[in-house]
């Protein structure tokens, strides 16, 4: 076999020999992409102290990734799927890579969200070639294991990213956590063109650009109010982002369904198959990432622990995702996706409800479990939604069916952290402002320990070193009446210290359990959804689906755009393959 794969997949008669090592490539290529966001969230205090950021500022760095990788990817996915899937990837993996050399030698804010953006194009192009490569490169029959090992990976990034940041932060700065992805991404790169053999789609149509574009404006605008609105009030930018989100998604609809090939077909999500599982991997990350978003802050702020500590304190989560993805693929060809899916948004649900539980005493030992559960929801529920997906598209847009799952994921992460946050942040504001009624403390400082529970530590630490000051001052003072009085001072300062690490630990704690109690309601109402869109199961898988009709890779030859009608008595499920596979 020759070192670079130059035939397409499409035409080789037997099912690729290094698929699974070419998994293996895709799987690392997610890995970074997802990586990058989570690593963030440890290295942002660093990156804030050293630029000067503001709150505004620091969370344009965070979403910076988030605005072009939404908007761009079913763009870009249509365009990979005509031209080359290995071809976006490897243009991901490069851009992805020079975002991040572009990020390690920033020395100010306005650098920094650039080189968040340009690491979120690469991701735009590199999320969907992943998938839409997986699904090429694997024969039907194979395709839901492979899909359950990629959600995994999913999973493991977002619980080992805070692990790997969290090692870097403790022997090197902040922008370390851009230049580890350099060498990964190079590594991709070439294991790319050794392993993963090209592919494209079969026809040469032009590309739908002007629903791309539509694509491109009402998701982008829409993820830009997710973002604004919540975070910073619903001034004129938020409202005229909402404004153009509406009438840009009205644009998309009505020109995809006039369109003869377009860009993507919205008449599928009259299936209740695909839009069901698109609402269930929305749902599912709007409470993995709200969850994951003040699950971080509470064990490095309220419990104490350094970025390094948090990061192993999530492994539970990355493991429980494996066990999860291992059980999907066990049940799913057994019960039917619509059980597991549902089973897994319940575990989801439950998860959350656990968190209602944590109050300012509770312990890292109290957030196992809800870590576990939570875990084992994302690998139920996910890899059965994502083979659904991609099983609603022919082979020549399965970089458009990529896209459309990133879609939903990316949206659904994007509103948790900003509905569950701005929840969160205004919950521990209240929380704090009537524990500290009728306080001594300068209004100054009140207020800005408001601001977040960082903010609200922070001023404890400063009023505690206020105090150590004066203790100093006192024991070094000649005049016993001075030294008394500083003696005094620093006494109250102490106790004010106490009292508001007290305040600022509670108020977060009953912040988390508020906010969580929100979004198990949200998942809760969201799986009753899930449950009722998705179609029953009405008889066990026949063995023979998965025999070959053209004698090639074991695929039923493609039919260009019909598959989409609406559904006849549950049909969608009886012809499901054993493996949980496409349709």
């Known amino acids: 076999m020759p070192l670079v794969i130059k035939e397409p997949v499409e035409r080789t008669g037997r099912p690729y020999a290094r698929r699974w090592w070419a998994l293996l490539v895709l799987c690392l290529s997610l890995l970074i992409i997802v990586m990058a966001n989570t690593a963030l969230t440890v290295a942002a205090p660093d990156m804030t102290r050293d630029l000067g950021l503001s709150g505004a500022d620091l969370q344009w760095v965070v979403d910076g990734y988030t605005v072009p990788y939404a908007a761009l990817m079913l763009l870009l996915g249509a365009i990979g799927d005509k031209y080359s899937r290995r071809g976006a ?9 020079g975002g991040a050399v572009l990020g390690y030698l920033a020395d100010s804010a306005a650098t920094v969200i650039a080189a968040r953006a340009v690491m979120g194009v690469g991701a735009a192009l590199i999320m969907p070639a992943t998938l839409s490569l997986l699904a090429a490169t694997f024969p039907r029959a194979e395709r839901a294991k492979a899909i359950t090992l990629w959600t995994a990976t999913a999973g493991l990034a977002i619980a080992t990213g805070p692990v790997v940041a969290g090692a870097l932060l403790r022997h090197h700065g902040w922008s370390s956590t851009f230049l ?11 294991a790319a063109f050794v392993l993963v053999p090209p592919s494209r789609a079969g026809h040469h149509d032009r590309i739908d650009y002007v629903g791309g574009l539509l694509s491109v404006v009402w998701i982008g605008s829409l993820v830009y109010m997710i973002i604004e609105g919540p975070h910073f009030g619903w001034d004129v930018k938020a409202v005229t982002a909402a404004v153009v989100a509406g009438c840009g998604l009205l644009a998309f609809v009505a020109w995809e ?17 695909f839009a069901g599982s698109n609402l269930a991997v929305a749902l599912f990350f709007l409470a993995v990432f709200g969850a994951f978003y003040y699950l971080t802050q509470h064990l490095q702020f309220v419990l104490g622990y350094d970025a390094l500590e948090t990061g192993v304190r999530m492994l539970p989560l990355a493991g429980a995702v494996f066990a999860g993805s291992a059980l999907t693929g066990y049940l799913t060809p057994r019960v039917g996706m619509r059980l597991t899916v549902t089973a897994g948004m319940v ?10 539980r944590i109050d300012a005493a509770s312990s890292y030992g109290d957030l196992v479990a809800p870590l576990v559960v939570l875990g084992l929801a994302i690998g139920l529920a996910l890899s059965p939604c994502t083979d659904a997906i991609m099983g609603a598209f022919p082979e020549s847009e399965l970089g458009v069916g990529g896209a459309v799952n990133d879609t939903s994921l990316e949206l659904g992460g994007s509103l948790g952290i900003a509905l569950l946050g701005s ?113 029953r199961r009405a008889a066990t898988a026949p063995a023979a689906a998965e025999k070959p009709s053209d004698g090639t890779r074991g695929e039923a030859p493609e039919a260009p755009e019909a598959p989409e009608a609406p559904e006849a008595p549950e049909a969608a499920e009886a012809a499901e393959p054993a493996g949980g596979g496409a349709r």
């Open 89 to 97: 990837l490897v243009l991901g993996l490069l851009v992805f890579g």
């Open 180 to 190: 580890i992805n350099v060498p990964v991404a190079a590594v991709a790169l070439v």
């Open 257 to 273: 369904l006039r369109h003869p090939r377009p860009v993507l077909d919205v008449r599928r999500f009259a299936n209740r198959r």
């Open 347 to 356: 575990g989801g649900t439950a998860a959350l409800a656990l968190l209602t």
């Open 423 to 535: 929840l969160l942040s205004t919950t521990y504001s209240g929380r704090l402002s009537d524990a500290t009624a009728g306080s001594t403390l300068p209004p100054t400082a009140l207020s800005t320990a408001q601001d977040s529970v960082g903010a609200g530590y922070g001023v404890a630490r400063a009023i505690g070193a206020k105090a150590r000051q004066l203790a100093e001052q006192a024991a070094h003072a000649g005049d016993p009446h001075q030294a008394a009085q500083l003696k005094a001072q620093a006494g109250r300062l102490a106790q004010g210290a106490g009292q508001m690490k007290e305040a600022v630990g509670s108020a977060f704690a009953d912040a988390v359990a508020h906010t969580s109690l929100v979004g198990a309601v949200v998942l809760g109402v969201g799986t009753v959804a899930v449950a009722l869109l998705l179609p």
